[in-house]
Nanobody
Framework: QVQLVESGGGLVQPGGSLRLSCTASGTTINSYNVAWFRQAPGKEREFVGAIHWTGIGSFYADSVKGRFTISRNNAKNTVSLQMNSLKFEDTADYYC????????????????WGQGTQVTVSK
């Protein structure tokens, strides 16, 4: 069963930056659109952003627009989430997942979820 693997989480101060990575174990994600979601304690999983399989198109949740950037390197089978100007409210477990559809922000349209990587924004 294909599962994506997230990495790069950690503890960062407000205003700081982190870069998360997503890769696939045993397969390629190069032909799939990939999204990042996050889930804070006690809250539902929410859409963060997604990137087209070509790497040309991307879209983001309003809460992260202008601060977060998704990119991909298909040669390395990796999708990255660059997070800048981090805020307390960005604290969450971050997940990546893949889909063949486009423009969806619904988690049910995505699959091959990883175990997540924890991001904590704190002084």
């Amino acid at each position: 069963q294909v599962q994506l693997v997230e990495s790069g989480g950690g503890l960062v101060q407000p205003g700081g930056s982190l870069r998360l990575s997503c890769t696939a174990s045993g397969t390629t994600i190069n032909s799939y659109n990939v999204a990042w979601f996050r889930q804070a304690p006690g809250k539902e999983r929410e859409f963060v952003g997604a990137i087209h399989w070509t790497g040309i198109g991307s879209f983001y949740a309003d809460s992260v627009k202008g601060r977060f950037t998704i990119s991909r390197n298909n040669a390395k089978n990796t999708v990255s989430l660059q997070m800048n100007s981090l805020k307390f409210e960005d604290t969450a477990d971050y997940y990546c997942a893949r889909t063949t559809s486009w423009n969806s922000t619904r988690s049910k349209d995505y699959y091959s979820w990883g175990q997540g990587t924890q991001v904590t924004v704190s002084k």
